[in-house]
């Protein structure tokens, strides 16, 4: 397979958001309780001020697009923290039928070649616990843990 990566534009609009619906049926299949099935999700006007607001790269195989990686880039400045720069990655989808084939870690080659570009001195992103495939590629890429968020679901009958 001979994938491309290159920078989304407004008219890759349908097969990102064919992608994004397959990422977000994955999640609510992990997390049902938080996750729910929308026809409204990902409209073109989101994806606009996504395309305008972040990065979208994508992965053809000249033909349709396979995959995406979106990431914004920006500096961290706070009192109770060193100053950093960084790459945080909001979303990266695989079309289901082109997984393990490559294309997450091309596409993620290209999101550390984005880091070096834009000076960052790390990247960052969150991954749902339950999704293994993922957790298991952020660490062959060299990703460690950096904290754990927690959450404690409320009974509305207590």
């Known amino acids: 397979m001979d994938i491309i990566i ?4 407004k008219e890759d609009y349908a097969g990102v958001k064919k992608l994004m619906v397959q990422s977000l049926q994955h999640h609510n299949e ?9 026809e409204e999700f990902f409209g073109i006007e989101e994806y606009t001020e996504t395309l305008e607001k972040s990065h979208i790269l994508v992965a053809t195989d000249k033909e349709h697009i396979v995959g995406l990686v979106s990431y ?10 060193y100053p950093f720069r960084r790459i945080m990655v909001d979303e990266l989808v695989v079309d289901i039928n082109c997984r393990r084939a490559g294309v997450a870690t091309m596409l993620m080659d290209a999101v550390h070649q ?15 616990r339950m999704n293994a495939g993922a957790i298991e590629l952020y660490k062959k890429q060299g990703f460690t843990p950096e904290m754990l968020r927690m959450e404690y679901m409320v009974d509305a009958d207590e």
């Open 72 to 81: 914004s880039v920006g500096e961290i400045k706070a009192a109770s923290v």
């Open 30 to 38: 992990l997390r049902p309780d938080t996750y729910r099935l929308s």
């Open 6 to 9: 290159r920078s989304a534009v």
């Open 114 to 128: 984005a880091a070096k570009e834009n000076k960052a001195d790390r990247i960052q992103l969150f991954v749902n």
